[in-house]
T-cell receptor, first 114, second 106 residues
Framework: EPEVTQTPSHQVTQMGQEVILRCVPI?????FYWYRQILGQKVEFLVS????????KSEIFDDQFSVERPDGSNFTLKIRSTKLEDSAMYFC????????????FGPGTRLTVL | KNEVEQSPQNLTAQEGEFITINCSYS?????LHWLQQHPGGGIVSLFM???GKKKHGRLIATINIQEKHSSLHITASHPRDSAVYIC????????FGTGTRLTIIP
């Protein structure tokens, strides 16, 4: 069964460093999402992406964050200058359609900022 | 105020018991998701529903659009059902509830 994959599974970085989290959505899907979950808290929406542009973003998704689909398969989340509070689990998800289809989640990347 | 409220926050039950987890939301939706989060953190979609009822194995999800309420039921619960169950309302993005931590004791 097709699945969403994410790399790396765990990333440790120093505060102020740039990180890129990578996702490979399901191949025929058109809509892509990033979510994050700070330890012990609920999952929060970051950004949705369709047709090579951001369709919606939350207030968490400030100028330090960016997303890109550099080729036909990868979907990346970049954090330019990481802060301690960026430590969280980051989940990528994809759907074939927006409001009529299930979102499929990747296994997540645990980001630890020291 | 959280737009999606779940109850209970924690639930411990004996193996075999019938489990009900409730979800209420405050604004209209296109659909509601029920998800399962395993102890390792991975998230699996269980159901997406916009009306009525869906069943998959021992899991049943119901939704009442007028009352803005959904329930997830587990019949004949088993220790492997132990996980965090999350409801999320769907417009384009998902807005998540805080989750219900379910522990099934053998």
């Amino acid at each position: 069964e097709p699945e969403v994959t994410q790399t790396p599974s765990h990333q440790v970085t120093q505060m102020g460093q740039e990180v890129i989290l990578r996702c490979v959505p399901i191949s025929n899907h058109l809509y892509f999402y990033w979510y994050r979950q700070i330890l012990g808290q609920k999952v929060e929406f970051l950004v949705s992406f369709y047709n090579n542009e951001i369709s919606e973003k939350s207030e968490i998704f400030d100028d330090q964050f960016s997303v890109e689909r550099p080729d036909g398969s990868n979907f990346t989340l970049k954090i330019r200058s990481t802060k301690l509070e960026d430590s969280a689990m980051y989940f990528c998800a994809s759907t074939a359609l927006t409001s009529t289809d299930t979102q499929y989640f990747g296994p997540g990347t645990r980001l630890t900022v020291l | 105020k959280n737009e999606v409220e779940q109850s209970p926050q924690n639930l411990t039950a004996q193996e075999g018991e019938f489990i009900t987890i409730n979800c209420s939301y405050s604004v209209g939706i296109s659909a509601l998701h029920w998800l399962q989060q395993h102890p390792g953190g991975g998230i699996v979609s269980l159901f997406m529903l916009s009306s009525g009822k869906k069943k998959h194995g021992r899991l049943i999800a119901t939704i009442n659009i007028q009352e803005k309420h959904s329930s997830l039921h587990i019949t004949a619960s088993h220790p492997r059902d132990s996980a965090v169950y999350i409801c999320a309302r769907r417009n384009e993005k998902l807005t998540f509830g805080t989750g219900t931590r379910l522990t099934i004791i053998p």
